[in-house]
């Protein structure tokens, strides 16, 4: 828990996706997640995309 306090939302997010790519063993990640419940699950919040 202390490491993840200590990193950066770029570093928390690409640990998750390491994770999870080492758990599915697949060339392929699919994402069984919203992007709320991964911001939830890292400690994040969510920007609103840019409008264009």
């Not at 950066?8 to 990640?29: G, P, Q």
Request: hydrophobic share 50%; aromatic share 4%.
């Amino acid at each position: 828990m202390l490491l993840l306090g200590c990193k950066t939302a770029i570093e928390k997010i690409a640990a998750f996706l390491l994770v999870l790519s080492e758990r599915l063993r697949s060339d392929v990640l699919c994402l069984p997640m919203t992007r709320l419940d991964i911001s939830d699950h890292l400690g994040l919040t969510i920007e609103p995309f840019p409008a264009r």
